[in-house]
């Protein structure tokens, strides 16, 4: 199995910064796409940003030109820039992957338990 597990939530103000990592472990054979998604209280999961393995990355109106999402694939970990945070990003952020566990297997969507971003003064 994959397993991704999320951490760097916290409490911020508003117009700070924050940095939020994802590291994969477990059987991983292959990765085709890599994001970001967030809950807004009351609304559904939504994309944040996703990136793929050639580095082509994708933003959500919302938070473009303010977040950045990039990789450290020796660390086997991706991460989330915020900055310029608002209110309106509190929301509990998932790391998401598509992945094939093994030679053969079929790609499946892996979830993070999700980390809470809190922006208040």
């Known amino acids: 199995q994959v397993r991704l597990v999320e951490s760097g939530g916290g409490l911020v103000q508003p117009g700070g910064s924050l940095r939020l990592s994802c590291v994969a472990s477990?059987?991983?054979?292959?990765?085709?796409?890599m994001g970001w998604y967030r809950q807004i209280p009351g609304q559904q999961r939504e994309l944040v940003a996703t990136i793929t393995t050639a580095d082509t990355t994708n933003y959500s109106d919302s938070v473009k030109g303010r977040f950045i999402i990039f990789r450290d694939n020796a660390k086997n970990t991706m991460y989330l820039q915020m900055n310029s945070l608002t209110p309106e990003d509190t929301a509990v952020y998932y790391c998401n992957t598509a992945a094939a566990s093994r030679v053969g297997a079929a790609v499946r969507t892996y979830w993070g338990p999700g980390t809470q971003v809190t922006v208040s003064s």
């Open positions: 477990g059987s991983i054979f292959s990765v085709s796409t």
